[in-house]
C-alpha cells in the first residue's frame, strides 16, 4: 500500500478529467480514474505510472462502492474525490424530453452525489480530505437551451455548500470549480450539436462558443486543472463552500 495520497477523479478518460488526473500525478499523489468505458481510461492511465484505471458508473450506487472498494484496497483510502464525470444535450425546454431530464440529472448531479457519498463518513474520521466538484458557469446562472444541464449544475453547488456546511469542523474541505466553455470533446459533440440543428458550418458554430467566454477564447482543460490541484494543496487549506469560476471574465 502506498504512503503518498489518493485521489478519485471520475470521467477521468478525457478532456477535463484526463487533465485533472494527470497533473495530480505529476505532484506525487496516486490517481484512480474512473468512466463507463474502459479503453479511453487506459490510455490516460498508460501515461503515468500512478494513474490507475477502473470502470465504473457514478449513476449506479453498488457499482461506486465497488470501486472504492477496489481502489482503496490497492492504493489505501480516498483523500481527495474529484467528481467531474457529466453529460449534456440541447433543446428548448419545451421539448426536452423526459428521459433526456432524467438522464442528465442522474449523471451530472447524482453522479456527483453517489461519487463523493462513501468518502464523507471516513474523511471526517480521519479529520482530513479535499472534495472537489467540477461544475459550470451554468451552476451560476441560466443559459437558454440547455434546462436540464443548467438544473443539473445547480444542484451540484448546492450540494457543494450543503457539504461544506455539515463537514466545516472536521477538517474536510468541499469546493466547485465552475468553468465556461472548455476545449474538450465535450465542447465538440456540442459544436457538432449546433451544426446539425442550425446548418451553420463548423468554424461559424465553434466562434459562437469562444466568443460566449468575455475574454474570446476557450479555457484550456490545463487551466482548471491547476484550479484542482490548488484547492487540494495544504494552501487551501481554509478554502471551503465556494465556486470558484474560470470563465474569462463571466460576471452575474
Same mark, same amino acid.
Given at each position: ?21 494527470? +497533473?495530480?500525478?505529476? /505532484?506525487?499523489?496516486?490517481?484512480? @480514474?474512473?468512466?463507463? &468505458? =474502459?479503453?479511453?481510461? #487506459?490510455? *490516460? ?101 440547455? +434546462?436540464?444541464?443548467? /438544473?443539473?449544475?445547480?444542484?451540484? @453547488?448546492?450540494?457543494? &455548500? =450543503?457539504?461544506?456546511? #455539515?463537514? *466545516? ?84
Amino acid at each position: 500500500m502506498t504512503s503518498s495520497r489518493h485521489a478519485l477523479v471520475t470521467g477521468g478518460g478525457t478532456g477535463v478529467g484526463e487533465a485533472v488526473a494527470l +497533473a495530480l500525478a505529476e /505532484a506525487g499523489i496516486d490517481v484512480t @480514474i474512473c468512466g463507463r &468505458r =474502459a479503453e479511453p481510461l #487506459e490510455k *490516460v492511465a498508460a501515461r503515468h505510472e500512478r494513474i490507475h484505471a477502473l470502470t465504473a458508473d457514478v449513476t449506479d450506487e453498488a457499482s461506486m462502492q465497488a470501486l472504492y472498494e477496489s481502489a482503496e484496497a490497492a492504493r489505501g483510502p480516498f483523500d481527495i474525490v474529484i467528481a467531474n464525470a457529466g453529460t449534456a444535450s440541447s433543446a428548448p425546454a419545451h421539448r426536452t424530453k423526459l428521459e433526456d431530464w432524467n438522464r442528465i440529472l442522474d449523471v451530472n448531479m447524482t453522479g456527483a452525489f453517489l461519487t463523493v457519498k462513501p468518502a464523507l463518513s471516513p474523511m471526517a474520521k480521519r479529520g482530513s480530505g479535499r472534495i472537489v466538484f467540477i461544475a459550470s458557469v451554468a451552476g451560476l446562472k441560466g443559459y437558454a437551451y440547455v +434546462a436540464p444541464y443548467v /438544473a443539473s449544475k445547480h444542484g451540484v @453547488i448546492g450540494l457543494m &455548500r =450543503a457539504l461544506s456546511v #455539515e463537514l *466545516v469542523k472536521t477538517g474536510v474541505t468541499v469546493n466547485a470549480i465552475c468553468p465556461g466553455y472548455v476545449e474538450t470533446e465535450m465542447l465538440e459533440e456540442s459544436i457538432e450539436r449546433v451544426v446539425e440543428k442550425t446548418g451553420r458550418s463548423h468554424e461559424e458554430a465553434r466562434k459562437g462558443f469562444v466568443e460566449a467566454n468575455p475574454h474570446g477564447r476557450l479555457i484550456q482543460p490545463d487551466e482548471v486543472a491547476a484550479a484542482a490541484l490548488w484547492l487540494v494543496s495544504p494552501a487551501a487549506s481554509s478554502v471551503t463552500g465556494q465556486s470558484i469560476s474560470i470563465s474569462g471574465g463571466e460576471t452575474w
